[in-house]
């Protein structure tokens, strides 16, 4: 049973930090011709409203991008704030994009894209948000998606997995689930999110990935908690392969995101 909605959370600082980079490597990754696949496994439902019930019930957006945006964080030729301005445009002031969106924006016509998401409410705003674009959304277990298409077809491009870590035997099956995706794809870009809670729970996951993965890049930021007693005090992405240019970002973030206090 699925309870985790990214609606009560978008455009929160763990959204800010994500889809900052995210934004940074499809922008570099779009710069050559070739054509490229994304895929997502755990993509939610694409766009979110932030003047809506669910963000004002947590207040995680008045606190992350709103912060973000009031302190200047992003210059507006950086591919973040370009894709947040296209989303305000076509969908209105209080938009907040998705990562499957944000991706769609940062693609050409002839780039492959493939987004799963198992919650049925999630996966239907999804399909609708999604509905202008070239992307095939499907309805089933993200990983047994990324698997089933590994290596992809054009070889060249990412795979973004974020899950809501509302299973905990996520942190145990991610390791072995992004070492079979990398045995079978030695050039994707594989980027993989995930929080920083208080009691620390990522630890052994993230152990067993640098030591497998000791080339990926692995970054982490931390900001104050959106509410008393919230446990999420950062985030973190561990990047197989990151493009050019991904590491300076994640460097300038985290300057950024240790002026918070
Ligand atoms: C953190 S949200 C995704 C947010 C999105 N990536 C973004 O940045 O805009 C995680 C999503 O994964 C979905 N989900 C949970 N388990 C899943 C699974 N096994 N396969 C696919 N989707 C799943 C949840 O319904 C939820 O919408």
């Known amino acids: 049973m699925l309870s985790y909605q990214h609606g009560y959370h978008a455009g929160n600082m763990a959204d800010v930090h994500k889809h900052a980079l995210l934004a940074v490597m499809l922008d570099y990754l779009a710069r050559k011709e070739k054509p490229l696949t ?13 003047d809506g019930p669910e963000a004002a019930k947590t207040g995680e957006a008045a606190q992350g991008i709103a912060v973000a945006e009031r302190l200047g964080w992003f210059p507006a030729d950086h591919p973040y704030p370009r894709r947040l301005a296209e989303v305000r445009e076509r969908f209105g002031r209080a938009s907040y994009p998705g990562s499957p969106l944000i991706a769609a924006l940062s693609l050409r016509r002839y780039d492959v894209m493939t987004l799963a998401e198992l919650h049925p409410q999630e996966f239907a705003a999804l399909e609708e948000t999604m509905a202008p674009f070239r992307a095939t959304v499907l309805r089933q ?19 973004l997995i974020d899950p809501s870590y509302e299973v905990k035997e996520d942190y145990a099956a991610l390791p072995r ?3 079979s995706i990398a045995r079978k794809w030695n050039v994707g870009v594989v980027a993989l999110w995930y929080p920083l809670l208080s009691g620390d729970p990522h630890r052994e996951m993230m152990a067993d990935l640098t030591r497998a993965h000791p080339d990926a890049l692995r970054h982490e930021v931390r900001f104050p908690p959106a ?3 919230h446990r999420m005090v950062g985030s973190g992405m561990f990047i197989l392969n990151p493009p050019w240019g991904t590491e300076d970002e994640a460097r300038r973030l985290t300057g950024l995101f240790r002026s918070l206090k």
Do not use: V
Request: aromatic residues 8%; charged residues 25%; positive net charge.
């Open 38 to 50: 994304y895929m997502e496994t755990h993509s939610g439902r694409g766009l979110y409203k932030l």
């Open 141 to 159: 277990d993200g990983m047994e998606m990324a698997l089933s298409r590994t290596p992809p077809e054009p070889r060249r491009g990412m795979l």
């Open 177 to 179: 689930f992004i070492g």
């Open 227 to 229: 509410r008393q007693g």
